[in-house]
């Protein structure tokens, strides 16, 4: 009798260990899911902020010094 009680225990504790990981899968998921998503939008600013200059530099008809 002691075996199989041992066996359920340690399914049972298994399935937890594994609910854990899970559930800590699941948060850093979700953090790295907001890095992406602040990232992106600072890269769409940046690409914004080169344009904008690039479209300045080109209405002035200015030309970048060769060298």
């Known amino acids: ?3 199989p009680m041992l066996a359920v225990a340690l399914g049972f504790l298994g399935i937890a260990v594994l609910g854990a990981l899970g559930i800590r899968v699941f948060i850093e998921a979700q953090r790295l899911g907001r890095q992406v ?3 992106t939008q600072a890269v769409g600013r ?3 902020d080169l ?3 690039a479209t300045d530099l080109a209405r002035t008809g200015e030309a ?3 060298g």
């Open 1 to 3: 009798m002691f075996w």
């Open 37 to 39: 998503a602040h990232t």
């Open 46 to 48: 940046a690409a914004e």
């Open 51 to 53: 344009e904008r200059a």
């Open 64 to 66: 970048l010094p060769r």
